[in-house]
């Protein structure tokens, strides 16, 4: 498979239609590609909370129209990153979108984990409930976004639904960057999975963010990696190393907490 991973930069001053128009583009020179990626919330930028409620969409709003014409002109499977969703029932919502190769909606995510602890998104968006994965020709997407890549049983429940790559799509602050490489090795070596991760660049709402996009193999191996500006970061890799790799090392066949219920005394 060959994935494009368009590490954006979210720098302010750009306006969100403005954004949604180099974006779209940027996903149209793709094609060739089987897999396209974008950040988190790339339209308002993730730390931008003041924005979330007035940019909010419903999920098939403007930017779910735009990315559904992007991946059909581009032919290809496009995780469209994350939008601020406005329920009309409920809450906002942080929302992942994947479409297939004829601009179908594959499956959307509402993001479980909230950062911010007391303040930001954790209090201005619901939480999602649903794990999602998104069966390709190729290999299982697991969906994930940003903070989530700090709980590893949400990757390890990905794997028990049957998934094979995880995608992540973030707004990861470079003062945290560290963790965000060291993360994503340890999902990937963890679930024995590939992890493709999208970031994004420049600095939004006054927070530099951390770039270095990333793909590591199942054995941990970064296979690439972004630099800390705009990039769009290309890679091949075989999914089928994912099931040599669970033959060779079944680690994951030795797993006893989680499945099931465990014994007190």
Sequence with gaps: MRASLIQIDVNEGESVESRRRRVTALVREQAGADLVVLPELWTTGAFAYEAFATEAEPLEGPTYEAMAKAASDAGVWLHAGSIPERDPDGPLYNTSLVFSPSGELAAAYRKIHRFGF?????????????????RLPETTL??????DLRFPELFR???DAGAETMVLSAGWPERRRAHWTLLAQARAVENQAFVLACGTAGTHAGVPQAGHS???DPWGEVLAEAGAGEE?????????????????????KDRLLGLEPPTHR
Aim: net charge negative.
């Design 232 to 252: 769009i970061l290309t890679v091949d890799f075989d999914p089928a190393r994912v099931a040599t790799t669970r033959e060779q090392f079944p680690a994951l």
């Design 214 to 216: 990333i793909v590591v």
């Design 157 to 159: 429940g990905l794997v």
């Design 142 to 147: 697991g969906v994930a976004t940003c903070y």
């Design 118 to 134: 007391d303040k930001g998104e954790a209090v201005l968006m619901g939480a999602g409930r649903e794990l999602v994965t998104v």
